[in-house]
């Protein structure tokens, strides 16, 4: 029991770390374009929503936490973010490929396309109903210092070495070179892991996403060393390492142990007994489970043949892996509005594509 649960606080830490980096790398990005980056999310068209789909429908959590990274810093709207968690199917998404790849791949392109039209017409919904989300952070502003001149450009290139601070430097270097011993770690234990399909998705990321994982770590420690001192501190340190992370680790832990106790104790699979619009209802409910891993189940089942592509369909528009975490520790009410048109949309396609006979 106790090694479990110290997975999923690892489980929590990788998470909390791979979003860390992409939250910096957005950072970064703003303070070198002067806001444009910013400003330019803003766009009134389809652009930003096929961007965030197009991220979100990619294999596995990470083109989502990159989506909650722009959202973070105002670089996207929350029905953009709320595209790119309709369009993700996890890390369910591998599985699915390995099971049934033709299906699996139109599924993809029906979740890309509710994706951007879904988070189009929530972020409409959003701005009538007076429920757009707050602004973001304040601690995000940019500083006079974080807009150098084109000869401060300059002296940035090439880059080289910088140790002041000190500490937050090597706390956060500490943290990243923890976050590749424990990839490596977990490279080595993948094959062993994918003898049981929950537990790969679960607890082990494949191999795809550790090297993903690690490229970002690595980054980080190229970040860590060669920002400027202003930015690190200010940015690095004091927005994202001492206010966003805590937020965004405690609830990405406590997600990821609530469930892990949740199906210790419950069959999930019973969700599904039944027919029509109560196996329908299940898969929905179930994809309310904020982590890849438990919607295997239906998965699974679509495979064997016991559960219609309605509700597999149904089922991919509301989970979104571990997508939603991160988001959790950004902005717990933005979450929830996502969540909550995500439920809406999924029950209504899925209820749809049942009465048409799929």
């Known amino acids: 029991m106790m090694n479990a649960l110290a997975n999923e606080l690892l489980q929590a830490a990788l998470i909390t770390s791979l979003v860390f980096v992409m939250m910096a790398v957005i950072e970064l ?12 999310g803003a766009h009134e068209g389809l652009g930003p929503y096929l ?27 929350l029905g953009a973010v709320t595209g790119a968690l309709l ?25 890309f396309v509710v994706g951007v039209v ?34 401060e450009l300059q002296r940035w290139w090439p880059p080289h070495l910088q140790l002041r601070p000190l500490l937050p430097r090597l706390v956060i270097a500490g943290v ?15 094959h062993e892991a994918l003898s049981t399909a929950a537990t790969a998705v679960r607890s082990t990321p494949g191999t795809f996403e550790v090297w993903i994982f690690g490229t970002m770590a690595m980054l980080g420690l190229a970040l860590t060393f060669l920002a400027p001192s202003h930015w690190l501190e200010e940015h690095l340190w004091h927005h994202l390492a001492l206010h966003h992370m805590p937020q965004i680790f405690a609830w990405t832990a406590g997600a990821l142990v609530a469930v892990h106790l949740l199906t210790t104790r419950v069959p999930l699979d019973q969700l599904l007994r039944g027919h029509g ?18 919607h295997l189940v239906v998965v699974t089942l679509f495979a064997s043949g016991h559960v219609p592509f309605s509700v597999l369909l149904a089922n991919s528009l509301v989970q979104d892996g571990h997508g939603l975490l991160p988001l959790l520790g950004i902005s717990v009410r933005s979450a929830l509005l996502a969540k909550f048109a995500n439920l809406v949309i999924g029950l209504a396609l899925g209820a749809a594509l049942m009465a048409l006979g799929f």
């Open 29 to 40: 990005i703003s303070v070198l374009s002067h806001g444009r980056f910013v400003r330019a």
């Open 51 to 77: 961007l965030t789909s197009f991220l979100g429908v990619t294999p596995g959590c990470a083109g989502v936490y990159l989506v909650d990274s722009m959202f973070s810093r105002g670089a996207v709207s």
């Open 87 to 111: 369009a993700t199917a996890g890390d369910e998404a591998f599985i699915m490929l390995a099971m049934f790849p033709s299906t699996a791949l139109l599924l993809f392109a029906i979740l």
């Open 118 to 151: 879904g988070g189009w017409l929530s972020d409409r919904v959003f701005k009538m109903s007076g429920l757009m989300a707050g602004e973001p952070c304040a601690l995000a502003d940019l500083h006079d210092e974080d807009l150098p001149t084109e000869q």
């Open 176 to 190: 990243l070179v923890g976050l590749l011993v424990a990839l490596a770690s977990r490279l080595t234990e993948h």
């Open 277 to 294: 619009v109560w196996m329908l209802l299940g898969a929905c409910l179930l994809g309310l489970i904020p982590i890849s891993g438990p």
